[in-house]
């Protein structure tokens, strides 16, 4: 202990004690107050007095205050940036989710732009749109030697309108589907040639473009009288033969032969 | 106090500080395995604890033909969702006309909203949104399958409540019917969510369209709601790869066109047109009669969900000559004015062959019997061969091995060993019988032979293009020789004096050279031979061979005398020749006489 004391007031030297104690017994007299700078030099074996601290001047008033302030507004402002900065950062995930959407919305919206641009140019929508424009064909193109400046072939003239070859629109549309084009193409088919025979088309080489036409048609037809021949019950169910249904077992998956 | 008393608080004394010690070591200790050992493990398991996982879905690559024109894209679409439970009479929702303001209505009115921007009968719809006649109500019901985000968003405006949106990928395409059998069509996922390939090319590059799923991990709170400060980890999805095709679009229309215009004339079970180019061995159009939509692959009958020409075996008839003919040049066993005396029957091994249609017996070149496509003359061309050295080049033309363009399904067709062949069969296998093939190996037999002898085999995949832009190239196609320079240029010849003066002299183009050869040959089925095929193929310019084109029907209807494919392969032919701009023949035809001596115009 007063290893300590001694070591406290040499250090400080504006603390010290007056020779109170004596030994381990203390003294009878009670010292008189010293001022605490005026302290005497101590013996190293003396304890510590109480003594009267100076007073704190004006200047060290005013310091500590301005301390004060400027810890608490540095408080305040970390506090501060720690919540804007918290806001900023849940703010920015509210902007990602929001663009997130955004560039969701937007790629669906160009996806279904490029799809119908793919559609409307589809090669079978193209041609029934130029048939509609009443364009034919080409016949064949006309050839010209550059070498010799001559025709070497001059061009063939489009064959118009029913006569040509190259009937165009004969596929179904992108988005129609093979079945409605079918049953549409029946309903033509019907009107113009009623009952025309499957097969007949090929013994007759003289007219190809009438013959298939013709075959065109019966082959939908066929197909047609199939779908027309189907009665609807109550329920709204096609009503199915029993052999049609198999005994309502699913049959057993057919090997393909390569040359049937 | 007494000296013991003493001792008993000291001992006291230091037994508590010791206790004190032990508990502060105890915890000190703990301290340091929970924040220096074991520190990762710990805050491993309450990081587990928070976070969540969420799945982030690649999107499947696109398929595009050689020019960029999509014809296979998914697209996001929505499963439109109710739960039953936990419904009040009437609901609150924003007003719908713009206005601000919140209005009620009832359920009447919402499912006469929902009706018409889903375009279902109102009645059946009601009974879907709510629960019928005091039957439970459920927690999930579909009220709509794959709807566009428009119609999802204005059924989202008509604010019922529980009724949510599924998001999941739809697969489109955009042309239609255009390469259809090729790019087959999908499935949807196991979980629904997704769709996978089930057939065609969306089965076969599946690993390459699909893409790898990425993830996205953040951190929730204990009240399930996401904690908006912490880190999130995201690995982001590899969107799949797009896969190019060699086809051509336009040409594959051109095609597709043509086989079904063919099939209905013929009334034939099908019809298929292929086109490759020559000098690469890249499939340009492959068109079947039948065809497949595979947004609807249901509305097609399924023998023709895949490709006829990589599926279907069937004999070749007079095309497969090509093989015999190029054979016997090859091995130096006959020369193009090699001469013959042809008759209409001819008997040998006790086996007779007989031509198609009866005629004189003519003094005939070898070039005028391909010309001609006689069997007795065929036959006896091919004798000057082994039938080890004729099987040899079947194979090495592709025979009896199935072409693999990244289609399920390809036909090997068969193509037994010669000396399993039995006595006739030796002889048929000359001319196209007894022996199988697709119309993708002609097509394959005819490149090689235009190709100066070179076999490259045949290709579907341009490449494949990653997310960043970059194309990965697919493994190369293998080449081989078949022949030599000089028989494919011999063969060029012959094939030339088929479209010159022999059987096919209806597939000319004007201003090209073409050369090709026909085919008829006799269909089997389990009953013997009741039907024939039907085919042409060809070659052009044939100064500079760029593509063919294989033009075959299978079972047509009527006399096979008038059969023909010869609009079908001039009209692809042309249309091919005019799309890619090559330059017309500037030379003569360099066909070889049919007969010998001078008169050439002999009856058939």
């Known amino acids: 202990m007063t290893q300590r004391a001694q070591r406290r007031v040499t250090k400080t030297a504006a603390m010290t004690a007056q020779t109170v104690v004596d030994g381990s017994a203390a003294r009878a007299v009670r010292p008189e107050p010293v001022a605490a700078s005026e302290l005497p030099e101590l013996d190293s074996r003396q304890r510590v007095t109480l003594s009267l601290v100076p007073r704190i001047n004006e200047t060290n008033k005013r310091s500590m205050l301005v301390m004060v302030i400027a810890l608490v507004v540095v408080a305040f402002s970390v506090i501060v940036t720690l919540v804007l900065m918290n806001t900023s950062v849940a703010q920015r995930q509210y902007d990602i989710v929001s663009l997130r959407n955004q560039e969701r919305v937007l790629s669906q919206e160009n996806q279904a732009l490029l799809k119908e641009a793919q559609s409307l140019s589809a090669p079978q929508a193209l041609a029934k749109k130029a048939k509609a424009l009443g364009l034919v064909a080409p016949g064949a193109p006309g050839l010209v030697d550059l070498n010799d400046n001559s025709i070497t072939k001059s061009a063939d003239k489009a064959v118009e309108a029913e006569g040509n070859s190259a009937n165009y629109a004969t596929l179904p549309l992108p988005g129609q589907s093979i079945r409605e084009k079918a049953k549409a193409d029946t309903k033509k088919s019907e009107s113009k040639a009623p009952v025309p025979t499957v097969g007949n088309a090929s013994k007759d080489d003289a007219k190809p473009a009438t013959d298939s036409a013709d075959s065109k048609n019966s082959t939908k037809s066929v197909v047609k009288d199939e779908s027309a021949t189907r009665k609807i019950a109550d329920d709204g169910r096609p009503v199915f033969k029993d052999s049609e249904l198999n005994g309502g077992t699913i049959p057993a998956p057919m090997i393909k032969s390569p040359t049937n | ?604």
Do not use: C
């Open chain 2, 1 to 604: 106090m007494s000296s013991t008393a003493l001792d008993t608080a000291k001992k006291r004394m230091r037994f508590l500080l010791i206790l004190s010690l032990a508990a502060l070591l105890a915890i000190a200790g703990r301290l340091f395995w929970v924040q220096g050992i074991n520190a990762s493990t710990v805050a491993d398991a309450a990081q587990a604890d928070r976070q969540r996982e969420e799945v982030i879905a690649p999107t499947r690559g696109s398929i595009v033909d050689r020019n960029g024109t999509l014809l296979a894209v998914s697209v996001d679409r929505y499963d439109l969702v109710i739960d039953q439970r936990d419904q009040r009479d009437q609901f609150r929702r924003a007003k719908r006309d713009g206005t601000n303001g919140s209005e009620f209505i009832g359920w009447d009115q919402a499912v006469k909203e929902l009706a018409q921007i889903l375009d279902q009968d109102p009645a059946e719809l009601a009974t879907s949104v709510q629960p019928q006649d005091g039957a439970k109500p459920k927690g999930y019901v579909v009220l709509a399958k794959g709807v566009t985000p428009e119609v999802k968003n204005e059924v989202m405006e008509v604010g019922i409540p529980r009724l949510s949106p599924l998001l999941r990928s739809e697969r489109q395409y955009p042309q239609g019917v255009i390469a259809g059998p090729l790019l087959g069509f999908v499935r949807n996922s196991e979980d629904q969510t997704s769709v996978v390939g089930a057939e065609g090319l969306e089965l076969s590059q599946e690993k390459h369209l699909k893409g790898t799923e990425g993830s996205r991990k953040i951190e929730v709170s204990a009240d399930g709601v996401r904690i908006p400060v912490t880190e999130v980890e995201e690995t982001p999805a590899v969107n799949g790869q797009d896969v190019m095709l060699t086809i051509d679009s336009d040409v594959n229309y051109v095609a597709q066109r043509e086989a079904e215009k063919k099939q209905k004339q013929f009334n034939a079970q099908w019809v298929s047109v292929v086109v490759q180019e020559v000098k690469t061995g890249k499939i340009l159009a492959i068109g079947d009669s039948a065809q497949l939509d595979p947004n609807d692959p249901g509305a097609t009958d399924p023998e023709f969900r895949r490709s006829v020409s990589i599926t279907r075996a069937f004999e070749p008839g007079s095309t497969g000559k090509a093989a015999i003919f190029a054979a016997a040049i090859d091995q130096g066993a006959v020369t193009p004015k090699t001469e013959f005396r042809v008759p209409n029957k001819y008997t040998v091994t006790k086996e007779t062959i007989n031509d198609s249609l009866p005629h004189d017996t003519f003094d005939m070149t070898a070039a005028g019997i391909f010309a001609r496509s006689y069997n007795t003359g065929t036959v006896m061309v091919g004798n000057k061969l082994t039938k080890k050295q004729r099987y040899d080049y079947m194979r090495k033309f592709g025979l009896g091995s199935p072409i693999y363009l990244g289609l399920n399904g390809a036909s090997a067709g068969q193509l037994a060993k010669p000396e399993n062949w039995d006595r006739r069969q030796q002889y048929t296998t000359m001319f196209g019988q007894g022996y199988s093939q697709t119309v993708l190996h002609t097509a394959s037999i005819f490149q090689t032979l235009a190709n100066g002898g070179e076999r490259i085999a045949p290709s579907l995949i341009e490449g494949y293009k990653n997310d960043d832009g970059s194309v990965t190239e697919p493994d190369q196609s293998k080449t081989s020789r078949v022949v030599k320079k000089e028989t494919a240029k011999e063969m060029l010849k012959l094939m030339e004096g088929v479209v010159e003066s022999g059987t096919g002299t209806k597939m000319k183009i004007p201003g090209y050279r073409v050369g090709g050869k026909t085919g008829t040959g006799q269909a089997a089925s389990d009953k013997g031979y009741d039907g024939y095929s039907y085919s042409f193929a060809g070659v052009a310019p044939l100064d500079d061979p760029q593509y063919v084109v294989v033009a075959t029907m299978y079972r047509p209807q009527g006399s096979w005398k008038n059969f023909s494919v010869a609009d079908t392969f001039t009209e692809v032919m042309s249309h091919v020749l005019n799309t890619y701009n090559v330059p017309p023949s500037s030379t003569k035809s360099e066909a070889y006489d049919v007969f010998v001596g001078k008169e050439q115009k002999k009856p058939w």
